[in-house]
């Protein structure tokens, strides 16, 4: 069964940081892409940082670059999303996600509809 499990969320004070991780089954993580994903309140889902399988390509949004940091450890299933220099806009809910495996390793996923796997989500509250 497809399992994605996120966790790091929580309240912090603006300037601040968090690490958000992404638990994978063994089978969802296998030669695909992973992506994280946020909504805020009244808003729509937006992409927010996307990495290949292999680690070579990343994709950031524009209002997370510099401060934002996607990374994956493939040999424990695991997808990291380092957020520094928080700001009250990004609070929001956190989801993780991924597709079927991909036949080129490099391939990034860009769109919501190329991701067929989701996690439930985690809360990130900026607010001091």
């Known amino acids: 069964q497809v399992q994605l499990v996120e966790s790091g969320g929580g309240l912090v004070q603006p300037g601040g940081s968090l690490r958000l991780s992404c638990a994978a089954s063994?089978?969802?993580?296998?030669?695909?892409?992973m992506g994280w994903f946020r909504q805020a309140p009244g808003k729509e889902l937006d992409l927010v940082a996307a990495?290949?399988?292999?680690?070579?390509?990343?994709y950031y949004a524009e209002f997370v670059k510099g401060r934002f940091t996607i990374s994956r450890d493939n040999a424990t299933n695991t997808v990291y999303l380092q957020m520094n220099s928080l700001k009250p806009d990004d609070t929001a809910v956190y989801y993780c996600?991924?597709?079927?495996?991909?036949?080129?390793?490099?391939?990034?996923?860009?769109?919501?509809?190329?991701?067929?796997?989701w996690g439930q989500g985690t809360q990130v509250t900026v607010s001091s």
């Open positions: 996600a991924t597709d079927r495996p991909q036949r080129f390793t490099n391939t990034l996923g860009l769109g919501l509809r190329d991701y067929a796997y």
């Open positions: 063994e089978r969802t993580f296998s030669r695909s892409y």
């Open positions: 990495i290949s399988w292999s680690g070579v390509n990343t």
